[in-house]
C-alpha cells in the first residue's frame, strides 16, 4: 500500500507520517528527489543544495525520478507513505497514476485544518527568529495562492485535523 500525504505547514502530515512510521510503514523522503545544484560554500569547498520544485514541470520530473524507484521500492516495503505539498493537480495525478501499477492499494490523503490551528503548530516547532521560518512561510503561501481543488475523480481522502491527528479514524477512511 502507498499513502500519499499532502496538506500545507502545518496541517498535521509530518504528526500522521509519524504515526504511520511507527505502524510499521517505510517513509520516503521526497527531498532526496529534489533537482541538487552545486555550489562553493564559504570555505571554498563545493557541495550540493536540493532544490525545491518551482514550477509543476520541476514537480513533473521529481515525481518521475521517484515513479522510477517504485518497481524496486514496492518490493523492499509493502506499506509506504510519501509526504509532499501535492497542491497542484497535474503532478499530484501523475504520482498517483505512476504509483498504480506498483502498489496494490494507493490512497491520496489531503490534510486540512483551520488557519488558526496551522498557525499554532507552525509556532511550535519553528521560531520566527529561525532562518529557515522566513522560507517556509513564503514557501506555503505560495502553495496556497496556487493551489488546485481536488477533483472527485481522484478520489482523495479529506482529513481533517484540526482536533488532532487520530491515526486510528484516518485508516478507518482508507478503507
Known amino acids: 500500500m502507498l499513502i ?7 496541517s498535521g502530515s509530518r504528526e500522521l507520517e509519524k504515526k ?14 529534489h533537482e541538487k545544484r552545486g555550489f ?44 509532499a505539498t501535492l497542491h497542484r493537480s497535474a503532478p499530484r495525478r501523475y504520482l498517483v497514476s505512476g504509483a498504480r501499477p506498483y502498489f496494490d492499494r494507493v490512497h491520496l490523503a489531503w490534510l486540512s485544518c483551520s488557519q488558526e490551528v496551522r498557525e499554532r503548530r507552525a509556532r511550535e516547532w519553528i521560531s520566527e527568529e ?3 521560518f522566513g522560507k517556509k512561510e513564503r514557501r506555503d503561501e505560495a502553495a496556497q495562492s496556487e ?7 481522484e478520489h482523495a ?16 477512511l482508507l478503507r
Open 130 to 132: 529561525t532562518p529557515r
Open 20 to 33: 504511520l512510521i511507527r505502524k510499521g510503514f517505510h517513509s520516503i523522503d521526497i527531498s532526496n528527489y
Open 4 to 10: 500519499c500525504i499532502g496538506g500545507f505547514w502545518g
Open 147 to 153: 493551489f488546485q481543488d481536488l477533483d472527485p475523480s
Open 40 to 83: 562553493i560554500d564559504k570555505d571554498g569547498l563545493f557541495r550540493e543544495r536540493a532544490v525545491p520544485p518551482k514550477s509543476d514541470d520541476d514537480r513533473m520530473r521529481l515525481f518521475r525520478r521517484l515513479i522510477e524507484d517504485f518497481p524496486r521500492l514496492s518490493k523492499m516495503y509493502p506499506n509506504i507513505v510519501i509526504r
Open 157 to 172: 481522502v479529506i482529513f481533517d485535523t484540526t482536533d488532532g491527528v487520530d491515526l486510528e479514524r484516518f485508516m478507518q
